[in-house]
């Protein structure tokens, strides 16, 4: 279920995601993003759109908008009021994704493996970690037995000597 109206910040990047894939995958924009040039400026475009238009769903301010984005208000208040193409189109895509018109089955689908993706990576780092607190273990259980055996000779080297 996507949150129209988020009110968490994972409820704000989901429908951040679901509004710049949706737009990405409409078929006017797979024709605009053929021009590698056109390509880098409308995903950016697109997606400070999306994170807007997320963000004021979710009841935030310009100034937390444009902070949070890293963009000044007056870009943020363009997108937000359609005024820029990416603005335009994200708004249309809010809109047929209300009216369930987007047909966003397969860009779930993506998200989720994603974030499955990601969870694979952090059991996988977990692992790695997991793996250096053995060899960490090991080594200070070899440099106690080191000590030990250090204490001992002391031990004995002094009794020597009285």
């Not at 279920?1 to 710049?20: A, F, N």
């Not at 780092?125 to 997991?130: A, G, S």
């Given at each position: 279920?996507?949150?129209?109206?988020?009110?968490?910040?994972?409820e704000i990047d989901k429908l951040e995601h679901i509004?710049?894939?949706?737009?990405?995958?409409?078929?006017?924009?797979?024709?605009?993003?053929?021009?590698?040039?056109?390509?880098?400026?409308?995903?950016?475009?697109?997606?400070?759109?999306?994170?807007?238009?997320?963000?004021?769903?979710?009841?935030?301010?310009?100034?937390?908008?444009?902070?949070?984005?890293?963009?000044?208000?007056?870009?943020?208040?363009?997108?937000?009021?359609?005024?820029?193409?990416?603005?335009?189109?994200?708004?249309?895509?809010?809109?047929?994704?209300?009216?369930?018109?987007?047909?966003?089955?397969?860009?779930?689908?993506?998200?989720?493996?994603?974030?499955?993706?990601?969870?694979?990576?952090?059991?996988?780092?977990?692992?790695?970690?997991?793996?250096?607190?053995?060899?960490?273990?090991?080594?200070?259980?070899?440099?106690l037995k080191k000590i030990q055996r250090t204490k001992e000779l002391l031990k004995t080297?002094?009794?020597?000597?009285?």
């Amino acid at each position: 279920m996507i949150p129209l109206i988020p009110t968490s910040r994972t409820e704000i990047d989901k429908l951040e995601h679901i509004l710049i894939l949706g737009t990405l995958f409409r078929p006017e924009i797979l024709e605009l993003i053929k021009d590698p040039i056109e390509k880098v400026t409308w995903v950016d475009s697109l997606a400070i759109a999306a994170g807007a238009l997320a963000r004021e769903k979710a009841g935030y301010t310009i100034r937390e908008i444009a902070e949070e984005l890293g963009r000044t208000e007056q870009t943020i208040r363009k997108h937000l009021k359609g005024e820029t193409k990416a603005g335009k189109l994200v708004r249309e895509t809010y809109e047929m994704l209300k009216r369930g018109e987007l047909n966003i089955e397969e860009v779930e689908k993506f998200l989720e493996a994603v974030v499955r993706k990601e969870e694979l990576e952090k059991l996988s780092d977990l692992k790695k970690l997991e793996e250096e607190i053995e060899r960490l273990k090991k080594e200070r259980d070899e440099l106690l037995k080191k000590i030990q055996r250090t204490k001992e000779l002391l031990k004995t080297a002094l009794e020597a000597l009285e």
